[in-house]
């Protein structure tokens, strides 16, 4: 993170807020914090509100800073197996709009080029930064390339320089959970312990993680970090893309529970399951236990400030959070206060596109006037 990423990182978390309560949490000197202040408002990265400044007083009137959400957004991409997300979303990681739509075919120069062309509709809308994809199984984000993508298929799939090329803005690529983990940490309910240390778990169609200590995400050398798609689970007859059987992908993907249950699609079920229907919250509810028994496997090995889990079930039926939560006690040895720690994604109703955008805000809030975005 630079200066102007201190700053700007400052007035989120601070806003509205004294340009000199940004000297003293930055610790800048007022010289440079006016200086980087000037360069923030002028790219419409900050703005002046002036609503929020007291009553007027003897001397100069204090302006006080605050996140610009009007004048520049970034682009969320992303890419899961059975449909893409593409978003817009102002500097606070909120949602302006999202559209979601299936593949036609799961061909990566065909899914690039549709995702193209749904970023070019959107890109008039303000002054675009950059754009960020999020998706599941290995992913090279120093690359910028989708290393394999079992259940979509993809390998070896160069998808920032692809769609640099065709759109022309900064692309960055991350996986699910390192993308979620950093946006918990920018914007999330308890974004000060998600920066101390964090555990994130994304659970969709694809199983991932990620942790952080010290407000770092871990990558690791072949930014390979987080793959616990074939951690062994009892009792799970499913076959797994690797080949073999039991492993807690299969058990819990989206895939097996649509099958299972005959429905069209994930938010049907998850609909049924709101409504009270006993088999589809049944589904459900195996599946926290399932997820539950690998966050406690997961918070005994990292013991973090936070464990965040992106699953549909546990985000938006407190029932199944419940039932999440028990297992995680059931099973961790280290005594963690269970309700304290694992919690659902501040992100239940946009996880996706905000899972797209946070890796394009990561950038923002890291070199804020990079001259890639002039
Ligand atoms: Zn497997």
Not at 146 to 151: C, I, Q, R, S
Not at 299 to 327: H, K, M, Q, S, Y
Request: charged share 20%.
């Amino acid at each position: 993170m630079d200066t102007a990423g201190a700053v700007l990182r400052a007035v989120l978390d601070h806003g509205p807020v004294a340009r000199s309560s940004v000297a003293r949490a930055t610790r800048l000197s007022a010289a440079s914090v006016s200086g980087v202040t000037t360069s923030l408002i002028g790219r419409g990265l900050v703005r002046e509100a002036p609503e929020a400044a007291g009553p007027p007083g003897i001397g100069r009137p204090t302006v006080p800073l605050d996140i610009d959400p009007g004048a520049v957004a970034v682009i969320g991409v992303h890419i899961a197996v059975p449909h893409a997300t593409v978003a817009l979303l102002d500097l606070r990681g909120r949602v302006i709009e999202q559209h979601r739509e299936p593949h036609g075919e799961r061909d990566p120069a065909r899914v690039l080029a549709g995702l193209a062309e749904r970023i070019g509709k959107l890109r008039r809308r303000r002054r675009i930064l950059g754009v960020g994809v999020a998706t599941g199984g290995w992913v090279d984000a120093v690359a910028g390339t989708v290393v394999e993508h079992p259940a979509l298929g993809w390998r070896d799939v160069p998808v920032a320089a692809v769609l640099s090329k065709a759109t022309r803005f900064p692309v960055r690529v991350d996986s699910n959970s390192r993308a979620l983990l950093r946006a918990e940490q920018l914007f999330g309910e308890v974004a000060a312990r998600a920066r101390r240390s964090a555990v994130h778990m994304f659970v969709g169609n694809v199983v991932d993680v990620a942790f952080a200590t010290g407000g770092v995400v871990h990558q690791g050398p072949r930014s390979a970090s987080g793959a616990v798609a074939h951690l062994s689970v009892e009792g799970c007859s499913e076959r797994c893309s690797c080949g073999r059987t039991g492993c807690l992908q299969a058990a819990v993907s989206e895939q097996t529970l649509v099958r299972r249950a005959q429905v069209s699609g994930l938010p049907e079920l998850l609909a049924r399951a709101e409504d009270g229907d006993a088999y589809a919250l049944s589904l459900f509810h195996e599946r926290a236990r399932l997820v539950g028994r690998a966050a406690a496997l997961l918070l005994d090995l990292f013991d973090p400030e936070v464990l965040v889990v992106a699953e549909a079930g546990a985000n938006r039926i407190p029932a199944c959070r419940a039932t999440l939560r028990a297992e995680v006690a059931a099973w961790s040895t280290a005594g963690a206060d269970v309700e304290q720690v694992v919690r659902a994604t501040s992100f239940p109703l946009t996880v996706l596109a905000v899972a797209g955008g946070a890796v394009a805000l990561d950038q923002v809030y890291a070199e804020p006037l990079s001259p890639a975005r002039t």
